[in-house]
Structures are given as C-alpha cells and as structure tokens.
C-alpha cells in the first residue's frame, strides 16, 4: 500500500477512472487510508463516492458518524443519503439532509430530500406537510420537480396503504416521465394484482395516453375494478353451480 498523501490520492483516483485499476481496489487503499486518516473529509468523501457507486454501502458507511457527516463536502451528501436509505441507517439519511438544508435553506434538493426522508421514517403526516410546501413554491412547476413530487407523492400514498392513489400518482409521473422504471413496475404490478395480467397491460396502455380530471380518473378506476370483481364473482358462482 502506497503512503498517503493528497497527490497520491489523486493519482489513484486518476488511475481508476482511467480504468487501471479495479473498484475494489481503490476502495481497500482508501479504507486502509481512513484507517490513518480518520478525520480526513476529502478522504471519507471519495470513499463514499466510489462505495455508492459499486453499491458497497455497508463499507460507504463504516465508521462513519452524524458528526462526521457535518464534515463531509456536499458532493458526499447524496451518496450518504443513497448508502442510509439502502440500509435503513435513517440516523445517517437525516444527518445528511439537515447538513444540505443548513448549507442550502432555499434549494429544492434539500427540502425534497427531507419530504422523502420522512416518508422512509414512516411520519406521514409531516412528509404530506412537507410535500404540501414543496408543491406551493415557486419552482414546483419545472418538469423536473413535478417528476420528483410525483414520485414522493407516490411513495407517501404507498406508506399510507393506499394502492389506488398511488397508481393516479404514478400514472401522471408516467405522462412526464413515460421511462420511469419503478412507476412503470408499480402500475403494472398493482393493476395485475387488482385484474389480471391482460386488463393491466391494457389498462397501462390507456392510463398513459390522456386523463381527466383526478377525481374522475379515480372514480373511473374504483368503478372498473367493482365491476370487475363483481363479473369475478358472477362467473365463480356460475362455475360452482354449472351454468358457465
């Protein structure tokens, strides 16, 4: 293992995004580094950027504390939050975004961030308080943001177990965002567990073409699902007594 200094940890990180050398390799020689290091940020910061990459995220946050995140530069901070949430270390997720909403009071990210992080605590109501404000600030409007409120909007009606609201939620994340994987694995799952795999595909098809109003596109899909279940019922009872 190389000595530690700041042009040899530039140098090794040139080498690796040259391709030299392997993700785990850099990743055991700053470990061993942080070792003799451990209150180097810039150190700590780069190990969590190339552990999040290679979804290492047990290693991203070995050792590392609240207090140590303060330290950390912002280029760190999401790939604290992304190693917490895939951990369920929610102590680390909400150090990293009261770090970014101290740092950045009136910035979008932060006040985002913060609305999913609750979300993952399970405290609905402040994560819907919180999306509230999001939605009412100036730049709720960017297609950008109104994607990221939508996926919050959608992950919130989840927690709060309500399947239908989710998929409105997912179904106008879809018409901005038609690649969206998890909208588009959400939609199908829920509407082929609710119908039945040919009605759902079907049902994905026209849900991404052009809705009415919210309200009516719920009313709409609560009434196809009971009829639905009530044709269901209808042709168990048939089956049961002979008359299919």
């Not at 760190?76 to 992304?82: K, M, N, R």
Request: glycine share 6%.
């Amino acid at each position: 293992l190389p000595a530690y200094d700041t042009a040899e940890h530039d140098r090794q990180l040139q080498r690796w995004h040259a391709g030299e050398i392997e993700t785990s390799q850099l990743l055991a020689m700053l470990s061993a580094w942080r070792g003799g290091h451990p209150n180097n940020p810039r150190l700590q910061a780069d190990l969590l950027e190339v552990a999040a990459r290679a979804a290492a995220f047990d290693c991203a946050l070995d050792g590392l504390t609240t207090a140590g995140i303060a330290q950390l530069p912002d280029y760190a901070l999401p790939s604290v939050i992304l190693s917490a949430r895939s951990t369920r270390r929610t102590d680390l997720q909400g150090a990293a975004v009261q770090a970014l909403k101290q740092r950045h009071p009136d910035s979008w990210a932060p006040a985002w961030r913060e609305a999913q992080w609750l979300i993952d605590l399970g405290r609905n109501a402040d994560a819907r308080a919180a999306l509230d404000a999001l939605g009412r600030r100036a730049d709720a409007a960017e297609r950008q943001h109104r994607i990221e409120l939508l996926e919050l909007e959608g992950a919130l009606a989840e927690a709060g177990g309500e399947p239908l609201l989710a998929l409105l939620r997912y179904s106008e994340l879809l018409r901005l965002a038609p690649d969206h994987a998890y909208a588009q694995q959400f939609s199908l799952s829920t509407l082929t567990s609710l119908r039945g795999a040919a009605l759902a595909v079907a049902d994905a098809d026209a849900w991404r073409s052009s809705p009415p109003s919210q309200s009516r596109q719920v009313a709409g899909l609560q009434a196809d699902l009971l009829a639905s279940r009530y044709r269901d019922a209808i042709a168990q009872r048939d089956y049961g007594t002979g008359l299919e």
